[in-house]
């Protein structure tokens, strides 16, 4: 088991800039591939950022491309999103999630969840 605590959420204005904590325990962090989601209210959960367990290769939604940043400290074993020029439509609820060694491509199949952390972006 995998258990996954994100942090850093909160209220910010819009273009303001946010930094999201993933703290994992309990498997081997750098043997898991990590990925961030969000959902927003009366939406489905979505997609924003993945960063492979070799911690070379990321992919992100074209929604945020350009704007958030996934990044993983192994010997921290957290994940890290970083979040710049948000936008209201950033507003959601965002899940970490973690699997083990699957490909970078492979955005539904993840095995582990975080219990969320609120952000809210005013306009």
């Known amino acids: 088991q995998v258990q996954l605590v994100e942090s850093g959420g909160g209220l910010v204005q819009a273009g303001g800039s946010l930094r999201l904590s993933c703290a994992a325990s309990?498997?081997?962090?750098?043997?898991?591939?990590m990925a961030w989601f969000r959902q927003a209210p009366g939406k489905e959960r979505e997609f924003v950022a993945t960063?492979?367990?070799?911690?070379?290769?990321?992919l992100y939604a074209d929604s945020v491309k350009g704007r958030f940043t996934i990044s993983r400290d192994n010997a921290k074993n957290t994940a890290y999103l970083q979040m710049s020029s948000l936008k209201p439509d950033d507003t959601a609820v965002y899940y970490c999630?973690?699997?083990?060694?699957?490909?970078?491509?492979?955005?539904?199949?993840?095995?582990?969840w975080g219990q969320g952390t609120q952000v809210t972006v005013s306009s």
């Open positions: 309990g498997r081997t962090f750098s043997d898991y591939g």
């Open positions: 960063i492979a367990w070799t911690g070379s290769n990321t």
């Open positions: 999630a973690a699997h083990y060694r699957r490909g970078l491509h492979e955005i539904a199949n993840f095995d582990y």
